[in-house]
Nanobody, 120 residues
Framework: QVQLVESGGGLVQPGGSLRLSCAASGSIFSINTMGWYRQAPEKQRELVAT???????NYADSVKGRFTISRDNAKNTVYLQMNTLKPEDTAVYYCNADGRGGNLRRFGSWGQGTQVTVSS
C-alpha cells in the first residue's frame, strides 16, 4: 500500500506564494505520474498539474505561468510552487500518484488533501 502525505497549505494574501509538498511512502517499485488536483467548495475536482517520471509536465490553463510542478524521484516527492496566487485558487489541493508497488501490482493513490486559502 502506498501512502501520500501533503504539506504546505495555508492562508496567503492575493499575489502571494505557497509551496506544496507530497511524499509517497510504503512498498514502492516505481512511480510513473505524480500530480496535483484541487477541489473548491461545490465544484468538481480538477487537474492542476502533473509530471511524469521523465519530467514531462502538464498544466491546467488557469495556472500556466504561475504554478510550477517538480519532483524528486529519489525521495518519491512532488512539489507545487504556486506564485501570484488569486482568490480563485482557493481549494483543497490533493496529491495523486500512480505506479507499481513492491509486488509489481499497479497502484493509484490520493493524499488526504491540504487547504489553500487565498484571501486578504
Amino acid at each position: 500500500q502506498v501512502q501520500l502525505v501533503e504539506s504546505g497549505g495555508g492562508l496567503v494574501q492575493p499575489g502571494g506564494s505557497l509551496r506544496l509538498s507530497c511524499a509517497a511512502s510504503g512498498s514502492i517499485f516505481s512511480i510513473n505520474t505524480m500530480g496535483w488536483y484541487r477541489q473548491a467548495p461545490e465544484k468538481q475536482r480538477e487537474l492542476v498539474a502533473t509530471i511524469t517520471s521523465g519530467g514531462t509536465t502538464n498544466y491546467a490553463d488557469s495556472v500556466k505561468g504561475r504554478f510550477t510542478i517538480s519532483r524528486d524521484n529519489a525521495k518519491n516527492t512532488v512539489y507545487l510552487q504556486m506564485n501570484t496566487l488569486k482568490p480563485e485558487d482557493t481549494a483543497v489541493y490533493y496529491c495523486n500518484a500512480d505506479g507499481r508497488g513492491g509486488n509489481l501490482r499497479r497502484f493509484g493513490s490520493w493524499g488526504q488533501g491540504t487547504q489553500v486559502t487565498v484571501s486578504s
